[in-house]
């Protein structure tokens, strides 16, 4: 699977991991704007479909609900698949730097920088790589 955004950029598809309960996560640094194109279906607006196809999973999965555990947002129409990696990001991501999707919702995806993220439950992501232009 490739993954593009506005800029030409690119990543490849790797696996689908559990990521588990408690584990902190935090935004990816630029990640917005991305398509990503699986099978021929292109994903942009729509990258919480892009992770139901990737992880097997669905929305009724998670309760409909947001996974940070942080999460005041109850609307099930307001999530998002969220570019996440597992340290603090200190830069826009690198080639060959690896970072999650997961179902969050708008607000806690757009958080800012170095606001902490902990899953509410063990959730299904999508594992990317970032391989750059």
């Known amino acids: 699977m490739e993954k593009e955004n506005n800029m030409g950029l690119k990543s490849e598809y ?9 584990l902190p996560l935090y935004n990816a640094i630029g990640s917005s704007g991305d398509k990503v194109i699986y099978e021929g279906v292109e994903y942009n607006s729509t990258i919480i479909n892009a992770w139901e196809v990737l992880t097997g999973s669905s929305r009724e999965q998670i309760g409909n609900r947001c996974c940070n555990a942080f999460c005041t947002s109850g609307n099930p129409s ?37 606001k902490n993220i902990q899953l509410r439950c063990a959730v299904k992501a999508a594992r990317l790589r970032w391989i750059g232009k």
């Open 14 to 22: 790797v696996e689908v991991n559990e990521l588990g309960q408690g």
């Open 78 to 114: 307001d999530l998002v698949g969220a570019h996440v990696v597992l340290s603090q990001p200190v830069q826009v991501l690198q080639p060959n730097e690896e970072f999650y999707i997961v179902p969050l919702c708008r607000s806690c995806n757009s958080s800012g920088l170095g």
